[in-house]
């Protein structure tokens, strides 16, 4: 068997798993990207807003508090997890 046929083949069992991996992720995130440019109404009807409403967002003074708010707590609670466990091993090497 010659190696360009090796290759080829190569692609060929490749391609399945492309295609499950594009169904499954990309067409998604197209969607998404569709709906977040346009208004939609309970149907088929589609209206452009294009991005009008990520200016709203980014401009609001509500989004960056609750932003701020989505990233001090998770790193509030890992500072908090990983300083009661340094602390808890030193006392365990202590009374050891």
Sequence with gaps: MSVKLQSNAGYAFLAPALLVMALS??????????YSLHDTFAGNSFIWVGLDWYERVLTSPEFFRALGRSFFFPSSSCWWKFRSESSSRCAWRRRG
């Design 25 to 34: 992720g990309v067409v998604p995130m197209a969607f998404v990207a569709f």
